[in-house]
């Protein structure tokens, strides 16, 4: 497949986000940490942070929201989310729609799940037991048996909602199936996890049903070492993974084959991680065949640098931090898996500013709609035309690629080479020398109806319209030294202040054109050209940033 080919593929392809939206308002998994956000800094000032920008420090726990549970969630030496390569989370795979044969605390098999779809060896699954209509952000279902007529929406999603038969895992096992997802609290039964300590009185309402049902009591159905070993030690061990909480537009795919891809961002320490979980279905007038022999004979380009606590945050911004709340051999709230709460500031790691980080007007992550964060672009290497502290220009741009009206732009200084995980890092270098835009750069941004931007270093500005000049006078002094011998002009007689500090964002941000920060990883490997370009962001609805995975694809 040609480069233009698989860029028109996957422009045309139809594209359904199955990821729940996350709010300060999403419940966590019982017992954890909600969403915590808060301002820390704003454009004039705020406790905390000082002036210039809108940041925000947030606290969670990575099972709010759709999100990844990787292997070390339940076995401490197996891999953890960054090691899981982006091959394993993306393929072909099936929805199956069992929302009609499913109830409260109920059972489902694998015989249901195959009378309803064909499951290959080797599938993404997701299953749409029908609960995500218990989502915090979903209208209410009508119950005249419960309090206030209404069901409880927590209790629904997290405490009630059925789960795999016995011998699921076992079948998902031998059919070598690559992930489950499923669109309720857990991939397990709530009554298969620590719920059925925290919540007596509901799991002798399952018990109940499943002595009718079944004729057995929970213990005899699912003897504890037995299933211990089969959900802690065999599961994790053979990799298989589990993607919880989805929803979206996962109605419009049932029972329906489609290319299906978890995307979480790429923690190192931890064990689950959040995700943008998206499925392609062919464009019209191509074959279910054809489109995923299309996809295979793609290849993804990974340009997000690790999530980690070794990351450096920018200047001002809380680093991030870590701390193991429960363990597999128990801890604070029970034996079961491993779970950490996080906290940290958005401008740490790759990824995408949002309008609201600079404009207060402007929407947040979330409720920007999927098809703003991918389509065709181009990325242009022009690492060996900029050096420390120097200007790049649309010129540059234009004269190494067939930048297109509407594109998606990344740029690649060489800067990458300088971070953090890099056996060349140079942390200063990264943060306060990298190059930056023009002062026509904006407005020929605006002119070319540039979609988004991207770039390898730490700011899409140069860091000499930024705080950093404060910061670091000897670098000013360095950069304006070299403005005046390349250009002729002093700093402030280029860029005047009242206009060009912090360009990239105050002019652009109310156009609507954001950027992302700190790419890295395979955007080393990527020449000069077009590629089909996406941002997986977690849905945040209340944030003005946000971490994702940042993919670029081309041709094997």
């Known amino acids: 497949m040609n480069r233009e080919k698989l860029i028109s593929t996957l422009s045309k392809a139809k594209w359904f986000d199955l990821t729940q939206a996350l709010s300060i308002f999403t419940p966590p998994w019982p017992g954890e940490m909600p969403l915590q956000v808060h301002f820390f800094k704003r454009l004039t000032g705020a406790w905390g942070g000082g002036q210039g920008a809108n940041g ?3 606290e969670w726990s990575n099972n709010t929201g759709t999100h990844l549970v990787g292997p070390r969630a339940f076995h401490s030496g197996a891999r953890a989310i960054a090691d899981i390569p982006l091959t ?35 599938d993404i699954l997701i299953i749409n037991t029908g609960y995500h209509k218990y989502a915090y952000d979903q209208p209410d279902v009508p119950n005249p048996n419960a309090q206030g007529g209404i069901e409880n929406k927590e209790f629904g999603y997290y405490v009630r909602h059925p789960g795999p038969s016995p011998d699921f895992f076992q079948w998902a096992l031998d059919m070598k199936l690559k992930l489950i997802g499923v669109d309720c609290g857990c991939a397990e039964h709530p009554m298969n996890t620590n719920v059925r300590t925290m919540h007596g009185r509901e799991f002798e309402k399952a018990e109940a049903k499943l002595q009718t049902t079944h004729g057995t009591t929970w213990d005899e ?17 053979a990799g298989l993974l589990l993607a919880e909480a989805l929803g979206g537009q996962i109605n419009e795919l049932s029972n329906q084959r489609a290319w299906i891809m ?57 680093p991030l931090s870590i701390k193991y709340t429960k363990r597999v051999g128990g801890l604070y709230f029970g034996l079961g898996r491993n779970n950490a709460h996080c906290r940290a500031s958005f401008h740490l790691a790759t990824h995408m500013d949002g309008e609201k980080h600079f404009w207060a007007a402007g929407r947040t992550i979330g409720q920007v709609p999927l098809d703003y964060w991918h389509g065709p672009g181009v990325i242009v290497d022009i690492a060996d035309q900029v050096s420390n502290a120097s200007v790049y220009t649309p010129q540059m741009i234009e004269q190494r690629v067939d930048l297109r009206d509407g594109d998606i732009l990344i740029i690649k200084t060489g800067w990458h080479q300088f971070g953090w995980n890099s056996p060349d890092s140079d942390e200063f270098r990264y943060m306060i020398k990298h190059p930056g835009p023009s002062p026509d750069f904006s407005d020929w941004c605006i002119a070319r109806n540039i979609k988004w931007l991207g770039i390898d270093c730490v700011a899409m500005e140069h860091p000499m319209n930024t705080i950093q000049r404060v910061f670091h006078p000897k670098t000013f002094a360095e950069a304006n030294q070299k403005l005046q011998e390349q250009y002729g002009q002093a700093w402030d007689q280029m860029y005047p202040l009242d206009k060009y500090y912090q360009d990239m964002h105050l002019n652009l941000f109310p156009k609507g ?17 077009r590629y089909y370009i996406a941002a997986f962001l977690q849905k945040g609805m209340d944030n003005a940033s946000m971490w994702g995975r940042f993919v670029a694809w081309q041709e094997k």
């Open 56 to 58: 925000q420090l947030i």
């Open 262 to 318: 978890v995307q979480p961002i790429p923690f190192m320490e931890v064990e689950s991680a959040w995700s943008r979980v998206v499925a392609l279905k062919a464009p019209d007038g191509m074959s279910d065949s054809d489109f995923f022999a299309a996809m295979a004979d793609m290849h993804m380009l990974d340009m997000t640098l690790p999530f980690s606590v070794q990351t450096p945050q920018w200047a001002n911004y809380e």
């Open 513 to 529: 054109i954001v950027h992302a920060e700190n790419l890295g990883g395979d955007i080393a490997r990527a020449s000069n050209g």
């Open 221 to 237: 159905m699912y003897p504890v070492e037995w299933y211990h070993e089969l959900t802690h030690i065999t599961m994790p061990k």
């Open 88 to 122: 394993q989370l993306c393929g072909e795979g099936v929805v199956v729609d069992i929302s009609d044969t499913v109830s409260d605390y109920s059972l489902y098999t694998p015989q249901m799940i195959m009378d309803r779809v064909t499951v290959k060896e080797g």
